[in-house]
């Protein structure tokens, strides 16, 4: 059986990538455990991040208190920053699921180091979301109104709403997401509570793990249960955002209502979340000293990603246009004119450059390879996606069928404030994550790493079929 | 505990968490059924209902024309009770007055000297007006017209129950949302109606005509 | 700002309020645990039900008209004023004001109780005390000199009243009465009495072939508008016969945006044009048209055709009505036009017109007033109803003439630029609150009665007056009445009982004027408009507050101007050239200076106003008159001089001005998004000729791809088939109510609206009875605007206190809203049309808004109403975003709620709330019903009375209230209704029918009659 | 009465040598611990197929169908018209259907999951060593006492770096 490893080339496909710089288990265990220590910058940013969660929430009460008429509305825009938020933060979330669920599925080698910090974006960017609609709400004491529960008005709500849709679809996906989470850090939790020296968190481990042992017929059971929750996760997670644009899409504003819909914003909220991903990973590989773990094969690996899902929602924007014209429905070619000739001009260019015209730069290898651009560029796709919620939902408010309800449209404080917050929310989870639980999955990196062998040691790693590779050729097990 | 019985044992208190939401859902927790407030006077409805045979609407008297019901005027009050006072003058067939509740009356309609002994009953216009809790509300945005319920044969005792006996009247029904639609969606049984006021030759007679049925569109009552 | 209601009911007297029915209080709350308190009458009065609505008839005196208005009063609270259908002038209609007088009635900022100085200010104190003061200072007066330096001042009258303040002050010995109205057009009374011996004449538009007016606002203000209104939308309904109408004018106000055409003149020039008018016809002592048109600046081809036109067209109508120094001249002109052109008799009706509005002075009485309290002549004055100070030029010095006399007493309700000036305040009745008289037309009188017990702590000025005659032998004997009623009565043609008889419909036969009007000699010449500057100012009434005297109603100031859509401003309007001259932008603001003074707004650019002309709205600056009045805009007579017409009114148009743009920039509080509609045919019209033709006039929109449809003709299928037909499964569900032949029978209903534009002319009287009706709250008041930033202190800094600072944010609650578009004139130079469309919830077949709303808040009724059920709304306002027409409103601050700043019925508005319509907390949906509660009231009447629903037997508020009768409401699945009818017009079409959303509510197309067009 | 014996192994060959051993001597009663799981031992081992998937597709199963049912009951329930669709719409209920299909099926694959692992577990000491959880592999022999002794010897054999016994 000759060998089927490739030498590693920097730019080769994104299966089959290495860790040349990790030996054992032991180290994998040590050097991610070791990451979960507390510094001074961390409780820094963990004090920022949960004053503004706190500054955020009590804009909240205050909002709550006095009347959605501090928002920044200005009807008919009566959707704005914590609908746009919500979008945005619920895109967000797609990448993680793309990362640990699809590329699971399509056996992307490269997922394996950087999928748990995705899938912990996401339940946090998930559970930001789920927020926004709330806040977004003129009664938010009675949002349990929308969720089917028996009631003494023998009324129930309308399953034909695409809000009640995202009820379920957001509902079911911050579940299915804390829950893959969740199994996922079962076998790294029974790590940490076998390494832990202290007895009240030992004890605490020991109940979150669940008393995970490693053995094999769990590792059997859970390897299929990972399967078929990849498996559920991945329509689910192209169910989620295409729900979230059927809130758009069911009405007949002009410049929502369009069948393009629900591809545009799943691709939308993938590229947004890998963006996101970069933000975290980039800081985090640097700062926790995980660059042999998180290579940077990995970043152009996932680069490769942000560039392809960044071309279809180029794609998506220019489709828009071109199907307004098509069309000749008045309506929706005077929409899109305004959008980016009109009144919201700017808006819409910051859209088009942030999200089409600077990711093409990834073209470039060298660009890819570098973290640094990766992390500015990765910032502005997050401001150029959030922007793009805001050119769908302002400006297709502002400018309807009836001029005379012509309006414009200007956030204010309490936004602003809730907006920041909602990163404060966000942050201080993720933030609380990396210090307390293993920010990569130690499992599963244990899985390319090589295992140690009587013989001798030899490269290793996954096809791209995703088998593992042969460690010799004479492969205990094969051998009748 | 064995392995086996012990996630048993999770799943079991899951369900049961489920289940009690939903059972508190559905058990109306928000009325405000068996509220019996004090009233400033101590109107004894069995005595004038029960005992003196007077009917609903002689006081409640907006109740088959309004959606309001009406609330007795002063002066009905002291239509009778300018005679019907207290401890002087007896009434025939009527052996045990509530003098307290009647005093209680007198306090607004009356002078009183610093014994607290009854004096003269003022003119009408230097009555005051007696502070009457409310028992039976339905929210503002709910319009309960009456003159449609009881103009359609519902007898009060359906909705209000056993006034009548009540020494002091207390919220009957529930009140909610789910107690009216029932109503309206399964039909008021005139029999059923005629029982609760003690009518049992008349619900028997009843007993075969056919449940009347009301729309339960959202804006017949809310809007 | 607001005051927290009282908790405790107040109870003065014993029939007082409040049966078990609480206020309408604010719904939508959790509020059942409270406890709450039933309060029952003392002795039941008779005739009423707890519940249930009683009616009053009574006189509307808001302005000189005296319409008749039947007062809804419910459980001791009158809570809808609406036209009285029998009364000869409004017919049933109401204009916005005169149903803002409930606003009056319940203003928070009213007079509790009578005030005595105190060193500065005004301190509460007791009737007797203020009565005895007076009392003693009128004897001091008489002593002195007879009591020939007491006066009396009091606003417009129309009935008895005069008399009966004349009769006291003689009876005193003292001075004369006066009756001051600066909305009088007091210039066209004086030329009616000279030509027509009648101060208005009744005018027939339907009957005119050709209506020329010239400056004359007969839809706005000038006369008895509902009355005129009424005439003009049944002319124009005549469709293709109907009259031409061109509107003459340097300002195109509401009326003249109801003209097929618009001769935009200097103002000043109008009597050029009146007199080559008078020539074309005939009549002696005309001019050329060469003069007119040098004098105007209308091109001479144009004025030829109009004065060919009016030749060739009789009979025609010939409206003279500008507020020139020679106002009266141009009306005489017209008049004479008239005369000649053989349209007295036809068009206009001498022998019918309103009788009892003559009487009336304007300013230059009051300057001669201030001449003589300036000279010291005057001891006491009596002030009732108006308010001088801020409506009379400074340069008549009317304010320090009163700083120069002793005593002053004012009557007025509100406390007022003038009655702040007062000694003592003797706070009259409202007059929904007292008895009283009117003789609109001849030989009928309207009867005044109050509706309900006074809300506060006042009396009727004529009950004060007889009680202080009675303190002086003399007076006593000449004032034998025991009340101001019994004097009344007593001049009641046909006495005591028929009086009582006749108030059940307020109305009674005969005449009590006494007066007598002798004809004014009209002076010949007048001052010529002068001055320096390159621009003309032109001064105008506001059709919503008047000269002022609206502004402390928020349903008023709420309430967007028909012309230009502002509300809670004051605004410059200036030629969009004239503008792109100056270097003016919409909102900057624009100094406007005369020899008398100057005034800054911000500008607002309108085609309507001839360039060479400026326009400011009177009403807003007000110094002292309440807290929806005080500190908005600016008052536009600070830039007039003390020039007025052969009336003795206030010259408007009189001063040649300078125009600068000023520092500062505000956003105009405009309701308007575009007043353009893009081609998008969504108020449509026609001409003439076309409807001749059998043509639909403008096609309507059909996309590619559009699923095709048809008219749905007359609406005539209910609901559920609508709604299921094509699109649902007809077998699969069980469709309960929805099924046609539900025992219930709400589904053979579908209840529909038909909005004729050849009669709407914009008044907006229907929003302002929408908000009457709907408990709409008004949201542009200063305390009602939004956060601006984190932290407050207690005095209410960080929070936008700019006047309408809601609207400019678009938050404005009218369900009903009169869009305003304009057709033509995009060169700026040519004319253009206008075309109003009234847009509400169009209650659609097929809603967008309903499927998306999650809880079912939002639905389809089986009877065609699209229901907004408020308790079930959780706010997610996904409804709004579907409606393609914008017509749904959102609760943003807690505006029905009593303990936040945004309160919207501070106390005792709150009392005019409509019990049978929920009061909105904050976060919720609103939008027009249709008026269900009306239709629930009409099924639940029947029911108790065993028969069906009648057609046509009750209406929306919008409709009833309507001065054009241009909305008709019903079922339109039944041919007995008018509306069933009414959709089957050729000129029907629905808004946006390519949406596919089958409308309930059909407009029938404007019809337009250009010039040259068929006749 | 059954002995464990617990070795732990530190190369994975080693591991795999030790399990074929077992197997050839006809100890059926053991289990694998490692680290990471490792397709060399399921060769091994040859375990058969996971029934999760049962749990997935029944869970699944009654996830859409409760999806479906509760949207069509409750719209009949009360039937309200809303933008002129019929009243059980079947078209958007199946976005319920799908998502509760989801919903229930993962968590049911879930729950599947702890049931045939049998978690949570309340001890975890018995037949097992932290090391298991760090770098090395191991296996938990049950036998009877008296073939202790040979168990012991195949592991050593194998290559275990140590064997001890369980209580």
Redesign the interface.
């Known amino acids: 059986m000759a060998s089927l490893v490739q030498p590693v080339r920097p730019n080769v496909a994104t299966a089959n990538i290495q860790l040349p710089g990790v030996e ?3 180290q994998v ?1 040590r050097e991610i455990a070791g990451t979960l220590v507390p510094t001074r910058g961390w409780f820094l940013l963990l004090g920022v991040s949960i004053l503004l969660f706190l500054w955020g929430a009590g ?1 909240w009460v ?1 909002q709550i208190y ?5 928002a ?8 704005g920053v914590y609908i746009i938020t919500f979008v945005f933060w619920v895109g967000i979330g797609h990448a993680g699921t793309l990362i640990s669920a699809i590329l699971y599925l399509f056996r992307a080698g490269f997922r394996t180091t950087i999928y748990r910090c995705a899938e912990a974006m996401t339940v946090f960017a998930v559970m930001t979301a789920g927020l926004f ?1 709330i806040i ?5 004491w ?2 349990f ?2 969720v ?18 995202d ?3 957001i ?2 996906y911050l ?2 997401s804390a ?2 989470l969740y ?1 996922g850090l ?2 790294d939790l ?2 940490l ?3 832990a020296t202290n007895p009240f968190k030992k004890r605490l481990l ?2 979150m793990s ?16 990972y399967l ?2 990849a498996a ?2 991945t ?2 997670v192209l ?1 989620v955002h295409s ?1 979230v644009s ?2 758009f899409a ?4 002009p410049g ?1 209502h369009a069948t393009i819909f629900p591809p545009y914003f799943v691709a939308g909220a993938i590229f947004s979340g890998i963006g996101m991903v970069f933000t975290i990973i980039i800081p985090i590989r640097k700062f926790f000293r995980l660059q042999h773990i998180v290579t940077i094969n990995h970043l152009d690996a996932a680069a490769k990603l942000a560039l392809f899902t960044s071309m279809v929602v180029g794609c998506a924007y220019l489709i828009e246009f071109w199907v307004a014209w098509y ?5 929706e070619q ?1 929409y899109f004119w305004n959008r980016v000739f009109g009144q919201w001009w700017w808006a819409a260019w910051i859209m088009l450059t942030c999200n089409m015209i600077f990711p093409l730069s990834l073209f470039s290898q060298k660009l890819r390879r570098n973290p640094t651009w990766l992390f500015i560029l990765s910032i502005l796709i997050n401001i150029g996606m959030w922007y793009e919620r805001f050119v769908i939902i302002v400006p297709s ?1 502002s400018h ?8 414009g449209y200007l956030p ?3 936004d602003v ?1 809730i907006l920041a917050g909602s990163f404060g929310w966000f942050f201080m989870w993720f933030l609380l994550f990396i210090k307390n639980l293993p920010v990569i999955a130690i ?2 990196v ?2 390319i ?1 090589p ?5 001798h040691q030899v490269p290793t790693g996954v096809d791209v079929a995703g ?2 590779l042969d ?2 050729p004479e ?4 051998r009748d | 505990m064995s392995r086996r019985r012990s996630w048993a044992l999770a799943s079991g208190f899951f369900a049961i968490a489920v289940a009690a939401l939903g059972l508190s859902a559905y058990s109306g927790a928000s009325s405000s059924q068996g509220f019996a407030p004090e009233q400033p006077v101590n109107f004894p409805h069995p005595r004038h209902v029960k005992q003196l045979g007077m009917n609903c609407l002689y006081c409640h008297y907006a109740a088959n024309k309004s959606p309001d019901p009406g609330l007795p005027a002063v002066g009905t009050c002291m239509g009778c009770h300018s005679l019907v006072a207290g401890p002087r003058q007896p009434i025939e067939g009527v052996a045990d007055r509530d003098t307290a509740a009647i005093t209680q009356l007198y306090r607004y309609v009356a002078t009183f000297d610093s014994s607290g002994r009854r004096g003269a009953i003022k003119p009408a216009d230097q009555w005051s007006a007696i502070p009457w809790v409310r028992i039976h509300k339905v929210p503002e945005y709910v319009h309960f017209p009456h003159m449609r319920h009881v103009n359609a044969g519902v007898t009060c005792q359906t909705c209000h129950g056993p006034v009548p006996e009540m020494q002091r009247v207390y919220q009957y029904s529930s009140l909610n949302m789910g107690w009216c639609v029932n109503c309206h969606v399964q039909g008021y049984k005139l029999a059923d109606g005629l029982l609760a006021a003690g009518d049992t030759a008349g619900a028997r007679a009843a007993a075969n005509v056919e449940p009347k049925k009301a729309r339960y569109d959202c804006a017949v009552c809310h809007y | 700002m607001s005051q927290p209601p009282k908790t405790a009911v107040k109870r003065r007297d014993f029939l007082k309020v409040l049966g078990s029915t609480g206020a309408a209080a604010t719904a939508v709350g959790c509020s059942q645990e409270r406890v709450e308190q039933l309060i029952p009458y003392l002795v039941s009065p008779d005739h009423t039900v707890p519940g249930v609505s009683t009616n009053y008839a009574t006189v509307c005196r808001e302005c000189a008209a005296a319409c008749g208005v039947i007062a809804e009063v419910r459980d001791g609270r009158a809570i809808k004023l609406e036209g009285n259908p029998d009364h000869p002038v409004n017919h049933g209609a109401l204009c916005a004001k005169g149903q803002s007088a409930l606003q009056g009635l319940y203003n928070p900022d009213r007079y509790r109780g009578p005030m005595i100085r105190q060193g500065d200010a005004l301190a509460p104190a007791t009737w007797e005390a203020a009565l005895t003061l007076v009392r003693q200072r009128l004897d001091e007066a008489r002593a002195a000199n007879g009591g020939g330096g007491v006066r009396f001042v009091s606003q417009h009258e129309n009935g008895s009243f005069g008399a009966f303040v004349d009769q006291w002050m003689s009876a005193g010995g003292f001075g004369a009465h006066v009756a001051y109205d600066p909305e009088a057009d007091l210039a066209a009374r004086a030329a009616n009495q000279a030509e027509y011996g009648t101060p208005w004449p009744a005018l027939d538009f339907s009957a005119a072939r050709l209506i020329v007016s010239i400056g004359a606002d007969f839809l706005d203000g000038w006369g008895a508008s509902v009355a005129h209104q009424l005439s003009f939308a049944d002319a124009r309904a005549k469709l293709g016969d109907a009259p031409r109408f061109v509107y003459v004018g340097a300002r195109r106000s509401l009326t003249g945006l109801n003209a097929d055409e618009w001769l935009a003149c200097r103002p000043g020039s109008e009597l050029a044009i009146a007199n080559a008018l008078l020539a074309a016809v005939g009549g002696a002592g005309g001019g050329t048209i060469a003069e007119a048109a040098a004098a105007s600046g209308v091109s001479e081809a144009s004025l030829q055709r109009l004065a060919d036109e009016l030749r060739a067209a009789t009979p025609s109508l010939v409206l003279g009505g500008v507020k020139t120094p020679d106002a009266h001249l141009v009306a005489q002109a017209a008049a004479r036009i008239n005369r000649a052109a053989g349209n007295v008799g036809v068009t206009i009706k001498p022998d019918a017109g309103l009788a009892g509005i003559g009487g009336a002075v304007g300013a230059q009485a009051m300057a001669a007033l201030a001449t003589e309290m300036n000279a010291d002549a005057v001891r006491v004055l009596f002030v009732r109803g108006a308010n001088p100070v801020h409506s009379v030029p400074k340069a008549a010095l009317f304010a320090e003439g009163m700083a120069k006399v002793p005593f002053k007493v004012s009557f007025s309700s509100y406390p007022d630029e003038t009655s702040e000036l007062c000694d003592v305040v003797l706070p009259d009745h409202h007059g929904l609150e007292s008895w009283g008289d009117s003789e609109p037309v001849r030989g009928t009188l309207g009867l005044q009665q109050p509706v309900m017990d006074p809300v506060f702590n006042t009396r009727s000025t004529g009950d004060v007056l007889l009680d202080l005659a009675r303190s002086n032998g003399a007076m006593a004997s000449r004032m034998p009445w025991a009340t101001y009623r019994d004097f009344i009565m007593s001049r009641y043609p046909t006495g005591r009982g028929a009086f009582t008889e006749a108030l059940a419909k307020g109305l009674g036969q005969g005449s009590s004027l006494a007066r007598t009007v002798a004809t004014p000699t009209l002076a010949s010449t007048a001052t010529a408009i002068a001055g320096d500057g390159e621009f003309f100012l032109v001064v105008h009434p506001s059709p919503a507050l008047g000269a002022g005297a609206g502004a402390n109603k928020p349903w008023l100031q709420e309430l967007p101007d028909p012309v230009s859509k502002i509300a809670w401003q004051s605004w410059v309007e200036i030629h969009p050239s004239t503008a792109a001259r100056l270097g003016i932008a919409p909102g900057d603001h624009v100094t406007v200076t005369t020899a008398a003074g100057s005034v800054t707004a911000p500008a607002y650019l309108y085609l309507g106003i001839q360039p060479e002309t400026v326009a400011v709205a009177l009403g807003q600056g007000h110094a002292a008159y309440g807290r929806y009045a005080q500190g908005i805009g600016v008052n536009a007579v600070d830039a007039l001089g003390a020039a007025y017409d052969g009336g003795g009114a206030l010259a408007l148009s009189q001063a040649k001005a300078q125009v600068a743009k000023a520092a500062g920039h505000s956003r105009l509080v405009t309701v308007e998004g575009s007043a353009r509609q893009h081609g998008r045919g969504i108020a449509r019209a026609l001409t003439a000729a076309q409807l001749a033709a059998g043509e639909t006039g403008e096609a309507h929109h059909e996309f590619i791809g559009d699923a095709s449809h048809e008219f749905l003709p007359g609406l005539r299928a209910p609901v559920a088939n609508d709604a299921q037909g094509d699109m649902g499964s007809q077998g699969s569900n069980d469709k309960g109510m929805y099924a046609p032949d539900h025992w219930s029978g709400m589904a053979s209903r579908r209840w529909a609206m038909t909005i004729d534009l050849a009669r709407c002319t914009g008044c907006s009287a229907c929003v302002t009875a929408c908000y009457a009706e709907n408990n709409i709250p008004t949201v542009g008041a200063r305390w009602q605007g939004r956060s601006l930033r984190p932290f407050h202190t207690a005095d209410g800094a960080g929070w936008d206190t700019t006047p309408g600072a809601n609207i400019l944010k678009g938050r404005e609650m009218a369900w009903l809203r009169i869009e305003r578009y304009f057709e033509g004139g995009e060169d700026g130079a040519s004319d253009f049309e206008t075309r109003f469309l009234p847009m509400l919830c169009q209650h659609c077949g097929n809603a967008p808004c309903e499927s998306v709303c999650p809880v079912f808040a939002t639905y389809h009724a089986p009877d065609g109403l699209n229901v907004q059920v408020y308790n079930r709304c959780v706010g997610t306002r996904y409804c709004s975003n579907g409606c393609p027409y914008k017509v749904r409103y959102f609760n943003w601050h807690g505006y029905g709620e009593v303990d936040r700043r945004q309160y919207a019925f501070p106390e005792p508005l709150h009392l005019q709330l409509n019990p049978d319509v929920t009061v909105r907390g904050k976060g919720v949906m609103e939008k027009c019903s249709f008026c269900v509660q009306r239709i629930r009231d009409a099924e639940n009447v029947a029911k108790l009375e065993n028969r069906e629903v009648q057609p046509d037997e009750f209406t929306t508020a919008c409709a009833q209230a309507c001065p054009s009768r241009a909305i008709t409401f019903g079922d339109a699945a039944n041919e007995a209704w008018s509306v069933a009818r009414q959709v089957d017009d050729p000129r029907a079409y629905h808004v946006f029918e390519e949406l596919n959303t089958f409308t309930a509510v059909v407009y029938l197309q404007k019809v337009n009659h250009p010039a040259g067009g068929t006749r | 009465m059954t002995r464990g014996l617990i070795a732990a192994y530190h190369e994975l060959d080693a591991l795999v040598e030790g399990i074929e051993a077992l197997q050839h001597r006809k100890f059926t009663k053991f289990t694998v611990y490692t680290p990471t799981p490792r397709h060399e031992i399921e060769h091994a081992i040859k375990p058969p197929t996971s029934k999760i998937r049962l749990f997935t597709l029944i869970g699944g199963l009654c996830g859409v169908t409760f999806g479906y049912w509760i949207a069509i009951w409750t719209s009949d329930y009360w039937p309200l018209v809303v933008g002129g669709k019929a009243i059980a719409s079947w078209i958007p209920y199946t976005i319920i259907g799908f998502e509760v299909m989801v919903l229930v099926g993962a968590l049911s694959t879930v729950y599947g999951m702890f049931i045939l692992s049998r978690v949570p577990k309340i001890t975890q000491t018995m037949g097992f060593d932290p090391r298991f959880t760090g770098g090395h592999y191991g296996i938990y022999v049950e036998t009877s006492p008296e073939r202790l002794k040979e168990a012991e010897a195949t592991l050593r054999e194998s290559g275990a770096v140590e064997v001890t016994n369980e209580r």
Do not use: C
Not at chain 1, 250 to 253: Q, R
């Open positions: 054992s288990y032991e265990d804009t205050y006095w009347g959605l008429g501090n920044g509305y200005n009807p008919p825009v009566m959707w609609p977004h709400i003129g009664r938010p009675k949002f109104w929308l089917p529960y028996p009631n003494w008005r023998l009324i129930w709500p309308n399953f034909k709403s695409p809000l009640v849709w009820v379920f679809a509902s079911t579940t299915v829950t893959f199994v079962i076998p029974a790590v509570r076998d390494r020991a109940v669940l008393g995970w042992r490693n053995s094999e017929p769990e590792w059997r059971h859970f390897a299929r249960m078929f929750l559920f996760s329509p689910l169910s729900v059927f809130d069911m009405a007949l504003t929502w069309s000749a429905n008045e309506f005077a408010l309807e069928f009836e001029p005379w309800q012509w309006s204010s404080w309490v404030s499992a599963e244990k899985e790493v295992p140690r062998l009587r013989s088998h593992h460690y010799s492969t205990p097990g094969e």
